[in-house]
């Protein structure tokens, strides 16, 4: 009785939506924790954040620009509707088997009061992991062609928070994140990651990103911490070309009150749609190694001639070892005619042509007889439209040779025109995941538009780019250990990753002098743990793994989750997480430069014994001077304990649980 009456008054509350003069509508979430107001002021929208009682986001305008309209001004509200959401859902894979996607929902129509009339809605969720809305375009009395030349959603944010941002170059995210408070943002790419002084994590970035162009930020000058939406241009300046009715991307706002607790935010998995099929037989998240860091070595050449990497011979080398060793899969580049055109001209590549000491048939015969997969391989070096016109042909050579994954990818400037994250080739990109999706080919996009959650509706997406990934290692001052620190509550917050780590020969002098993998062993091991992707790569040459016993846990991680938490992280210095698949956890553990002690506790495995392997630094390790050292060790540990992480500079520690009693 009590209980129903309590649940009565929370309904109430959930939704408070008091129309004042101003039009002022209160959404909260439905822990009660996240509220969002809107308001109209003189005929402008207006949001604003708050979380407990910390002020987020400061009251902050809406609005748009057109080049063959005026500007979207003077509305009012002609109706509003609410709606309560909750499901609990299954991903295909993922970092958690059953996700919650609860929600309250408040779906604005606003008109503007004098000629040309247009009405738009504004579609406003909360979740108890932050706030999402998008803008509809209603099919209007007049003219239904909009040619948007500024969206000016604000983001003005409530204090001077500390950020964690990189440049929004329209053609690449692949940079290693600054951290510099609000006041020393540039333009930037989303996701972008804020903390304020109490510790509450922000991040801005979108969700179902289809025909429009990518979102970055840019500073507000007149306001302090006051950040606006930049869309990613066409060639001619206009930022999308639409026609009403349509739907923006999600806007969306993840509030957690740590970094720990970002790791588990669905928000933007939860913004997509679910599949419309129900049979996934033929989508399987696996671990791979391929003919790949020989290339970015100098060791092998993608282009054919005595260096050439993708030979039957040398394919043939790898599906042994990948089926001897528990691998799902053998990636080959450089397999097909035209990478000696590659970054000079147009129509260079053919995707069904191999170079003659490729025997494509051949080794699929071969992988299938070893019960390997072979990935496929499609680099476009930016030529998007010679890609298109061969796309069918393409996968359908593929699928008749048995491969059912393929790793595609855009280094290079967009030819003959336009940008990575322009609206032109957000279609491209969503074209070639929808058509592989009909031929039921699974997709790692190298070069991406960046993860908005398509992945949820097309689970063929299966992974991505869109990161500054290990091969920076091989040729250029590489990434610094503080990098995979701060990946996973940034570039990892929109989607899975395709990081390549697994090195084992961390300093290849053999091929190169200069550079190196800026980790410890251990800290490579981790990896598999801390950054999530439903297909990782084991990325070294395979010989480099020969009678490693740290090899072990490569082959045993699984790359797909039925739970995923992260124990103790603070942002740029280090980062625990746990993750569960069939009853057994893996926890993974990276430091930045630093060397250091971090206690966690095992408080989150059911009460009992377990037996821990564990593979942590060892003595004197040192990313730069000692990073091959690793301690392996069985011991027995129980629920309720604490124990001490050591990790060296740039070091990083393993381990599998596995319950005794
Ligand atoms: C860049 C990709 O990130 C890399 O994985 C690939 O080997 C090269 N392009 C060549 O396609
Ligand atoms: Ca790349």
Known sequence: MKINLMKML??????????????????????????LSFSLREGVPYYEVIYGDEKIIAPSSLGFKFKNQSELSNFSCIDFVTNKFSEVWKPVWG??????????????????????????????????DGVAFKYHFNEQKGNNYFEITDEQTYFNFAGN???????????????????????????????????????????????????????????????????????????????????????????????????????????????????ADKNFDWIKPGKYVGVWWAMHLNKNSWV??????????????????????????????????????????????????CYPDFDLKELSKYAKSKNISLIGHHETGGDYLNYEKQLDAALKFYKDN?????????????????????????????????????????????EPIKSTGLCRTYPNLMTGEGVRGMEWNAWSVGNPPEHVTVLPFTRGISGPMDYTPGIFDLKYDQYKKDEFVKSTLANQLALYVVLYSPFQMAADLIENYKDNPAFEFIKNVPTDWDTTIALNAVIGDYVVIAREKNGA??????????????????????????????????????????????????????????????????????CKIGKIN
């Open 10 to 35: 929370f309904a109430v509350l959930i939704i408070i939506s008091v129309a004042f003069a101003s039009d002022e509508h209160k959404i909260i979430s439905p822990d009660g924790r996240i509220m």
């Open 585 to 654: 956890w893996y926890i993974g553990a990276v430091s930045d430069e630093n060397r250091r002690e971090v206690k966690i506790k095992f408080d989150f495995l059911e009460p009992g014994n377990y037996l821990m392997k564990s593979y942590s630094d060892g003595k004197d390790a040192h990313y730069i001077s000692n990073p091959y050292p690793v301690i392996i060790k069985e011991e027995k540990i129980s629920a309720n304990q604490e124990y001490l992480i050591h990790l060296a500079p740039g070091g990083g520690f393993a």
């Open 95 to 128: 970092q958690n088997k059953n996700i919650l996607n609860e929600y309250n929902e408040l779906t604005f129509t606003l008109e503007e009061k004098v000629p040309p009339s247009r009405i738009i809605k504004l579609i406003v969720r909360v979740y108890n």
């Open 402 to 446: 048995g491969v059912n994954i393929v790793k595609t990818g855009y280094a290079g400037p967009i030819r003959p025109d336009g940008y990575h994250y322009g609206q032109k080739m957000i279609d491209h990109y969503n074209h070639v995941m929808e058509k592989a999706y009909e031929y039921k080919i699974m997709l790692d996009v190298h």
């Open 304 to 353: 054919t001639g005595p260096k050439h990497g993708a030979t039957t011979e040398n394919v043939k080398r790898y599906i042994d070892f990948a089926s001897k060793n528990n691998f799902d899969a053998v990636l080959a580049e450089g397999w097909n005619k035209g990478w000696e055109m590659w970054g000079k001209g147009n129509g260079a590549f053919s995707y069904t042509e």
């Open 161 to 275: 928070f500390s950020a964690w941002w990189i440049p929004n170059d329209y053609d690449s995210e692949e940079y290693t994140y600054r951290n510099t408070n609000l006041d020393k943002m540039m333009g930037v790419h989303t996701p972008v990651t804020l903390q304020t002084k109490k510790g509450t994590c922000v991040v801005i970035h979108e969700a179902e990103l289809k025909k429009y162009s990518s979102m970055t930020l840019e500073r507000n000058r007149s306001l302090p911490n006051s950040f606006q939406s930049v869309l990613v241009p066409w060639p001619d300046g206009i930022r999308v070309k639409q026609t009403a009715p349509f739907d923006t991307p999600w806007r969306v706002i993840i509030i957690t009150p740590n970094a720990e607790k970002l790791i588990s935010s669905n928000i933007i998995i939860n913004l997509n749609p679910q599949p």
